[in-house]
T-cell receptor, first 110, second 114 residues
Framework: QKEVEQDPGPLSVPEGAIVSLNCTYSNSAFQYFMWYRQYSRKGPELLMYTYSSGNKEDGRFTAQVDKSSKYISLFIRDSQPSDSATYLC??????????FGPGTRLSVLP | KAGVTQTPRYLIKTRGQQVTLSCSPISGHRSVSWYQQTPGQGLQFLFE???????NKGNFPGRFSGRQFSNSRSEMNVSTLELGDSALYLC?????????????FGDGTRLSIL
């Protein structure tokens, strides 16, 4: 079992839909969580950063962390074609390097 | 504020050669991490440097090495290149003065081995 699991997709949704992207993990020591968006031929772009459990909102994006279930989510409201990209989750324990999920490919159709 | 800059953007090498990649972090960031990204393995951690010292290391062979200079710029070297080293090499920087801080990536160097 990999440390971080993520459905690779592709996930196709119509423009304006609410998108839910998820990661599960096995290491209960993880306490720092990040979501990245990566366009083709570009580096990952940091979207959300969360420490420990709870929710965080930034514009159309909401990140949720449920440490009891070892489950994190990223919600995108009012999705746009420009949101079409690969979304990566990343997490780390104190003093450790970040571990990345394999990424979910999202396609938002106009 | 300028982002993370990686040079060169593209490289083509042959087996057995060596290569050096460069990374300039965001101004004020003292931690630089290197990752290898491939379609099959995803993003894999190579190593992290902070204040010119290697602070963390991933599970890669000794052919992969790095260093960091006093201005926080970093270089990564791969010796005796193999076909399997073809990948996108990404550099990420963070403030680094406490652990778990968010990392910001450059656009990477795409290395192709013939």
């Amino acid at each position: 079992q990999k440390e971080v699991e993520q459905d690779p997709g592709p996930l196709s949704v119509p423009e304006g839909a609410i998108v839910s992207l998820n990661c599960t993990y096995s290491n209960s020591a993880f306490q720092y969580f990040m979501w990245y968006r990566q366009y083709s031929r570009k580096g990952p772009e940091l979207l959300m950063y969360t420490y420990s459990s709870g929710n965080k909102e930034d514009g159309r994006f909401t990140a949720q962390v449920d440490k009891s279930s070892k489950y994190i989510s990223l919600f995108i409201r009012d999705s746009q074609p420009s949101d079409s990209a690969t979304y990566l989750c990343a997490m780390s324990a104190r003093g450790q390097n970040f571990v990345f999920g394999p990424g979910t490919r999202l396609s938002v159709l106009p | 504020k300028a982002g993370v800059t990686q040079t060169p953007r593209y490289l083509i090498k042959t087996r057995g050669q060596q290569v050096t990649l460069s990374c300039s972090p965001i101004s004020g960031h003292r931690s630089v991490s290197w990752y290898q990204q491939t379609p099959g393995q995803g993003l894999q951690f190579l190593f992290e440097y902070f204040s010119e010292t290697q602070r963390n290391k991933g599970n890669f062979p000794g052919r992969f090495s790095g260093r960091q200079f006093s201005n926080s710029r970093s270089e990564m070297n791969v010796s005796t290149l193999e076909l399997g080293d073809s990948a996108l090499y990404l550099c990420a920087s963070s403030l680094g003065d406490s652990q778990g801080q968010p990392q910001h990536f450059g656009d990477g160097t795409r290395l192709s081995i013939l």
